[in-house]
């Protein structure tokens, strides 16, 4: 499930300085190294961090914070479009159009695609789907979406739902008054209805990308 900016950059941090030290910080080091405004809000994002399964930690013990093999499984993951996106060409060339269904005339072009289109928002990230809830938006298990955070959606886009602050879905947004209705695209599947209260928006899709090797 994916983290908020402010839990990408707990984890982060946790990361290098185990890194760099050999130990995890204390949460005096954590709130002073993030600029956070005391140490409740650290224990905030660390419970949090752990309903996530990103951190473990033992009570009543001092620099107990573990990173979990999941969240070090994910991030090797996300690696590979990291470095695309960093080192990769930053545009590669638009020759035309390809038809899908009757062939249509092929007509060279000199236009290129850039990834800057897509990729250029720092606040973009990557998620890898699981589950066949939007396969009639050709959106299938194994792809990956790109998204654009934000919480500021209209009617219809597909976004990145957090509900009851535990557990994340990638569905249509509908807004029916006192409630949103986050409506898969399988018909064999039925919506999901949540308080406006107990939802967090926590991005739209950009592009889906899919590898066939």
Same mark, same amino acid.
């Given at each position: 499930?994916?983290?908020?900016? @402010?839990?990408?950059?707990?984890?982060?941090?946790?990361?290098?300085?185990?890194?760099?030290?050999?130990?995890? $910080? #204390?949460? &005096?080091?954590? +709130? #002073?190294?993030?600029?956070? +405004? !005391?140490?409740?809000?650290?224990?905030?994002?660390?419970?949090?961090?752990? +309903?996530?399964?990103?951190?473990? @930690?033992?009570?009543?013990?001092?620099?107990?914070?573990?990173?979990?093999?999941?969240?070090?499984? &994910?991030?090797?993951?996300?690696? $590979?479009?990291?470095?695309?996106?960093?080192?990769?060409?930053?545009?590669?060339?638009?020759?035309?159009?390809?038809?899908?269904?009757? $062939?249509?005339? #092929?007509?060279?072009?000199?236009? !290129?695609?850039?990834?800057?289109?897509?990729?250029?928002?720092?606040?973009?990230?990557?998620?890898?789907?699981?589950? *066949?809830?939007?396969?009639? *938006?050709?959106?299938? #298990?194994?792809?990956?979406?790109?998204?654009?955070?934000?919480?500021?959606?209209?009617?219809?886009?597909?976004?990145?739902?957090?509900?009851?602050? !535990?557990?994340?879905?990638?569905?249509?947004?509908?807004?029916?008054?006192?409630?949103?209705?986050?409506?898969?695209?399988?018909?064999?599947?039925?919506?999901?209805?949540?308080?406006?209260?107990?939802?967090?928006?926590?991005?739209?899709?950009?592009?889906?990308?899919?590898?066939?090797?």
């Amino acid at each position: 499930m994916p983290l908020t900016k @402010r839990q990408k950059e707990v984890m982060e941090f946790i990361t290098e300085f185990v890194r760099d030290n050999g130990y995890s $910080p #204390s949460y &005096e080091e954590l +709130a #002073s190294g993030l600029k956070l +405004a !005391s140490v409740a809000t650290v224990h905030k994002h660390i419970s949090s961090l752990e +309903a996530k399964q990103y951190l473990n @930690r033992a009570y009543n013990q001092s620099r107990s914070l573990q990173v979990t093999n999941r969240y070090l499984q &994910e991030q090797r993951r996300m690696e $590979p479009i990291r470095h695309a996106a960093q080192h990769g060409p930053a545009e590669i060339p638009l020759l035309g159009r390809i038809a899908a269904g009757a $062939p249509i005339e #092929s007509v060279a072009t000199d236009a !290129s695609l850039r990834f800057s289109d897509f990729t250029g928002n720092e606040g973009t990230f990557a998620l890898e789907v699981r589950g *066949d809830s939007m396969v009639e *938006d050709h959106i299938c #298990s194994g792809d990956f979406v790109l998204i654009e955070r934000t919480n500021s959606v209209r009617n219809g886009e597909i976004v990145v739902a957090l509900v009851d602050g !535990s557990e994340t879905t990638l569905k249509r947004y509908f807004d029916e008054g006192e409630r949103v209705r986050l409506q898969p695209a399988n018909s064999e599947m039925k919506p999901i209805y949540v308080d406006k209260l107990q939802l967090e928006i926590q991005g739209k899709v950009l592009a889906v990308l899919r590898k066939y090797r």
